[in-house]
């Protein structure tokens, strides 16, 4: 007769996360993103101390789902927020999470400015290249030929532009410490992701300066596509446009191995 092992706990809700039931549709990957920044924020000792700053946009309740002190801020404006409370609290972790609506459009003053004078803050940047709480809009990051509610016809690049790529912008600011794109579309690149959500913060607690993490997000909805089909589109569609890797990384983040 065999006796039984107790189980072995391999998983658990974070300490950092809430019991907030989510509001995201089906498919969505700001819960992922989520979930990454509150295990990071758990096993580094964060919680504690962390400060987070929401944005205005898909995530405008992104207070809701972590156990953590949070403020909400002007949209656009979460890094001029994140940047008083940094400095009036500088023994903080500060950090912002912000959609590509948020951070690329109405706030680009602010993101670009941030990295310029290096604030020693941490931005979360989910990049689903399209408006998502508004009603599907072209955004920013929206691809070239991608169909929005506002470019029916598909992005037109001579009336419109190209995607802005945010990360290699911010990569040339002196006050950056650590600039990185990761994506969520599937468990390889979801493990990336988290190991560079630890050097960002790792950088804001070492104190080199600004660091931002961008995560290439899905939005089945106003895509209008499957949860699946939305990660394929990720895969094949943004990854192109938006090329993964680390755009700046401080030498002193460099030789961590996280």
């Given at each position: 007769?065999?006796?039984?092992?107790?189980?072995?706990?391999?998983y658990?809700?974070?300490?950092?996360?809430?019991?907030?039931?989510?509001h995201?549709?089906?498919?969505?990957?700001?819960?992922?993103?989520?979930?990454?920044?509150?295990?990071?924020?758990?096993?580094?000792?964060?919680?504690?101390?962390?400060?987070?700053?929401?944005?205005?946009?898909?995530?405008?309740?992104?207070?809701?789902?972590?156990?953590?002190?949070?403020?909400?801020?002007?949209?656009g404006?979460?890094?001029?927020?994140?940047?008083?409370?940094k400095?009036?609290?500088?023994?903080?972790?500060?950090?912002?999470?912000?959609?590509?609506?948020?951070?690329?459009?109405?706030?680009?003053?602010?993101?670009?400015?941030?990295?310029?004078?290096?604030?020693?803050?941490?931005?979360?940047?989910?990049?689903?290249?399209?408006?998502?709480?508004?009603?599907?809009?072209?955004?920013?990051?929206?691809?070239p030929?991608?169909?929005?509610?506002?470019?029916?016809?598909?992005?037109?690049?001579?009336?419109?532009?190209?995607?802005?790529?945010?990360?290699?912008?911010?990569?040339?600011?002196?006050?950056?410490?650590?600039?990185?794109?990761?994506?969520?579309?599937?468990?390889?690149?979801?493990?990336?992701?988290?190991?560079?959500?630890?050097?960002?913060?790792?950088?804001?607690?070492?104190?080199?300066?600004?660091?931002?993490?961008?995560?290439?997000?899905?939005?089945?909805?106003?895509?209008?596509?499957?949860?699946?089909?939305?990660?394929?589109?990720?895969?094949?569609?943004?990854?192109?446009?938006?090329p993964?890797?680390?755009?700046?990384?401080h030498?002193?983040?460099?030789?961590l191995?996280?």
């Open positions: 007769m065999t006796t039984s092992q107790p189980a072995t706990l391999v658990q809700r974070p300490t950092s996360f809430s019991e907030a039931t989510t995201y549709c089906p498919g969505c990957t700001h819960g992922i993103a989520h979930r990454l920044v509150a295990e990071v924020l758990d096993e580094m000792g964060l919680r504690e101390k962390a400060i987070g700053v929401a944005p205005v946009g898909c995530a405008v309740f992104a207070y809701n789902y972590f156990n953590l002190d949070f403020v909400e801020a002007a949209h404006r979460a890094p001029a927020m994140a940047t008083g409370i400095r009036v609290l500088p023994e903080n972790t500060v950090f912002t999470y912000q959609g590509d609506g948020d951070l690329a459009s109405i706030g680009m003053a602010e993101i670009m400015h941030a990295a310029a004078r290096g604030e020693n803050i941490t931005v979360i940047f989910a990049n689903n290249a399209i408006y998502g709480m508004t009603g599907g809009q072209m955004a920013p990051t929206t691809l030929g991608m169909k929005t509610t506002s470019s029916p016809y598909g992005r037109d690049v001579e009336l419109a532009g190209y995607p802005i790529r945010v990360s290699e912008m911010l990569a040339t600011m002196e006050g950056a410490g650590y600039v990185v794109r990761a994506s969520l579309h599937d468990p390889a690149h979801i493990r990336k992701a988290k190991k560079a959500i630890r050097r960002a913060f790792e950088t804001q607690e070492r104190g080199l300066g600004f660091a931002m993490v961008e995560l290439l997000s899905s939005c089945p909805t106003n895509w209008k596509v499957t949860p699946n089909e939305a990660l394929e589109f990720i895969a094949k569609q943004m990854v192109p446009a938006f993964l890797g680390d755009f700046k990384v030498p002193e983040i460099a030789k191995r996280v």
